[in-house]
């Protein structure tokens, strides 16, 4: 039995203190801390195996060989897919990037529709202006409900249509903590025949995923939100959509012969990871799977079930602060709620936490038209890791007045 209470000594840049005060790290969102489990691994490569993989046959090569495609079977695991449609990027981003060029470029023209959410972060919503405006094709938005946060069925049945040739979303919302209904949207979208993206940077590190039951065709998700290194993340894709999908990047490793006109480009993953790849970095995510899979989802879920809803509670209580999206303690959230404070700019909030050791995320969170849409400028975002404790979450909900008080306000 895995005891959750001491998770947060697995981690060890969680012991400083920060401006004199015990350190309450509370922007997982934006990259999660690593435990000693992650870090041992990744010193333990480059001290025992760091040679370039596929290159060499002497024995450091064939280690970081074995190393780097045992990372890749690891991940393909845990988020259940085959090997092959694993194809190791720097990040998330740069994954829904690979797409946007190798896939939606190639496949969308003028009277086509892409269709994502208002909600999307940056990464999941530029790249798909820039697909428009190369191809012609339109930008479709599906607005969610400001009250519950969800999208309503009316609007997957009226903006997903013939014209729709992709469905980009979020599994869970970087701002809100919605987690969005997958089924719904791929079931639509299959029915149309179009193609679906699902961003699952904050669904990863909280709950299982599984791709090939989700029935996604790409997927797309960063080591460093759950508990890896940064610099590393994953790109999943159907085998049938890779294999007709051109390289995104060119170089050595991701040939298999080059003749002085042209070239043979090697099958997925390898035709999309040219040049010497952050092998380490794939160790330590690989790492980072086992050291989740070592706690278990059951422990994981309802441990941040229960300090979300503490959370969302002391926020109820609080009478200067609102809640962007739904208020309701009871609302299902993962790992994320975002707020203000009465006449407190978030960098000012931001700032003045931190004086206490606490660390939050503030600002537009990479998802302007959501915020414009909700009639928001910015906010304050606390963000949960399984290393969070009550202890964390108290000493926010009892710094946060303190906040106006330091600002010259009265109460």
């Known amino acids: ?31 999660s801390m690593r435990p000693n489990y992650v870090l041992d691994r990744i010193d333990a490569f480059y001290k025992s195996s760091a040679a370039n993989p596929h290159r060499g046959l002497y024995a450091l090569a064939e280690r970081a060989t074995a190393a780097y495609e045992d990372a890749r079977a690891t991940v393909a695991r845990f988020v259940g897919a085959d090997a092959d449609e694993v194809i190791f990027t720097r990040n998330a981003s740069e994954s829904l990037n690979l797409i946007m060029y190798c896939y939606a470029r190639r496949n969308l023209a003028r009277g086509d529709s892409v269709v994502i959410p208002i ?13 428009a405006l190369a191809t012609g094709a339109e930008l479709r ?36 903590g919605s987690r969005f209904p997958v089924e719904k949207l791929v079931a639509r979208a299959r029915r149309v025949g179009a193609v679906t993206v699902l961003d699952a940077a904050q669904s990863v590190p909280h709950f299982h995923v599984d791709f090939h039951a989700l029935g996604v065709d790409f997927a797309a998700f960063s080591a460093h939100k759950m508990y890896g290194p940064m610099g590393v993340g994953v790109l999943y894709g159907r085998r049938e959509l890779l294999e007709k999908m051109p390289p995104f ?13 042209d070239a043979d480009f090697a099958a997925p993953p390898h035709k999309f990871e040219a040049g010497t790849q952050n092998a380490g970095g794939a160790v330590g995510l690989a790492a980072a799977v086992k050291y989740i899979e070592s706690l278990g989802w059951d422990n994981i879920e309802s441990r941040e079930t229960a300090l979300m809803r503490r959370l969302m509670s002391g926020l109820a209580e609080q009478k200067r602060v609102s809640v962007i999206g739904s208020p309701d303690p009871a609302a299902e959230r993962y790992g994320v709620v975002s707020f203000n404070i009465d006449g407190v700019h978030s960098h000012d909030a ?7 050791g606490i660390a939050i995320r503030a600002g537009a969170h990479c998802a302007h038209p959501l915020l414009d849409y909700l009639g928001v400028k910015n906010g304050c975002r606390a963000s949960l890791g399984v290393y969070n404790t009550e202890r964390d979450i108290d000493r926010l909900l009892e710094c946060i007045p303190l906040v106006r008080r330091k600002l010259g306000y009265g109460d």
């Open 1 to 31: 039995m895995v005891n959750m209470k001491n998770i947060a000594d697995d981690f060890p840049i969680l012991a400083q203190k920060i401006n004199g005060h015990r350190f309450v790290y509370l922007d997982s969102a934006a990259t």
């Open 350 to 356: 931001a700032t003045i936490l931190d004086s206490f």
């Open 249 to 261: 990047l060119f170089g050595g490793d991701m040939i298999e012969y080059v003749r002085e006109q």
């Open 119 to 131: 909600s999307e972060h940056h990464s999941n919503l530029v790249p798909w202006q820039v697909a």
């Open 141 to 176: 938005y599906m607005y969610i409900d400001k009250e519950t946060c969800s999208i309503p069925d009316s609007e997957i049945e009226r903006k997903i249509d013939k014209t729709t040739k992709i469905v980009a979303f979020a599994h869970v919302s970087n701002v809100l």
